[in-house]
């Protein structure tokens, strides 16, 4: 996942960007909702299935250390653009930790995006930051003006 998130930095072919972009953020996609799915298995017992309305007390401590673990590694990406990606790509993943994790994370993602140098990326990860945020927290529309 890192490596395809770091082929969007590359636009020496500029005509190829928005199909590299769909195919790529359809891995990342992918990846957010296999991480999600996992940790979400892991809080389920056997009687217990996890509602999915739940808050984050129900959450066991395993499952939110596992997702925890998740954001550290993650936060050790070097590079802006993979880094961005691969946690944009985890965002509902939030929903383990704390009630206000989502509402904390999109304003500093969206702050990230700042640091892209280069406009036709910027704008792209605009996009994606918009259609993830807007899936995890539809009530959550102030950062799609900044």
Known sequence: VIQCSKLLSDTTVIQFYPSKFVLITDILDTFGKLVYERIFSM?????NPLPDNFTPESVNDIAKETCLNWFFKIASIRE?????YVETSILKCNKFLSKTGILECLPRLTSM?????DPLVAVYARAY??????EVAPYLKDNLSK
């Open 129 to 134: 930051l918009c259609r993830v945020g807007i």
């Open 43 to 47: 809080c389920a017992d056997h009687c």
């Open 80 to 84: 802006l653009i993979p880094r961005f």
């Open 113 to 117: 995006i700042r640091g892209i140098g």
